[in-house]
C-alpha cells in the first residue's frame, strides 16, 4: 500500500499499519527510523505494535516516506 502523504492531514495515533506502511516507505530499517527521529528501538517497536504515536513522530516518518 502506497501512502499518499498530502492527503494524511490528519493524526492517527492509533494505526500501526499506517505507521508500518511510512517505515517500508522511507526505504530504512526500523533501527536506523527510529534513530533518525530520535526514539529508541523499543519506543519504535511500540508504536509499529499499536501504541499512540505522537503527531511530531507521524509527521518525521511521513518526512521520511515521502524522500523516497
Known amino acids: 500500500m502506497k501512502v499518499d502523504i498530502h492527503a494524511a492531514a490528519h493524526h492517527r495515533p492509533n494505526d500501526p499499519d499506517y505507521y508500518r506502511t ?3 516507505q522511507s526505504g ?6 527510529a534513530q533518525l527521529i530520535g526514539v529508541d528501538q523499543r519506543t ?24 523516497h
Open 22 to 24: 511510512l517505515v517500508e
Open 28 to 33: 530504512y530499517t526500523q533501527a536506523n527510523a
Open 44 to 67: 519504535m517497536r511500540r508504536y509499529l505494535a499499536g501504541a499512540p504515536v505522537p503527531y511530531t513522530v507521524q509527521v518525521t516518518l511521513e518526512l521520511l516516506a515521502g524522500q
